[in-house]
């Protein structure tokens, strides 16, 4: 994995299942499901923005706050 984490912006479908534990299969469930995390395509690939995904994880986890 690139080592400059924290200057990017987007990641791949492999690079989400290691930082945040979701599956790649499940990410294209999600995709043909159309729900789950957002995504952008870029040409063949799909790229995942690292806000967006800190976004929805923070809204759909319950804080004791």
Do not use: C
Not at 8 to 29: D, H, P, Q
């Amino acid at each position: 994995m690139n080592n400059n984490l924290d200057k990017r912006k987007f990641l791949n479908e492999k690079e989400v299942e290691e930082i945040y534990g979701i599956k790649a299969n499940t990410l294209r469930r999600q995709r043909w499901g159309d729900y789950g995390l957002p995504f952008h395509k870029l040409g063949s690939k799909v790229l995942y923005s690292i806000d967006d995904i800190d976004k929805k994880l923070r809204r759909i986890t319950p804080t004791n706050a």
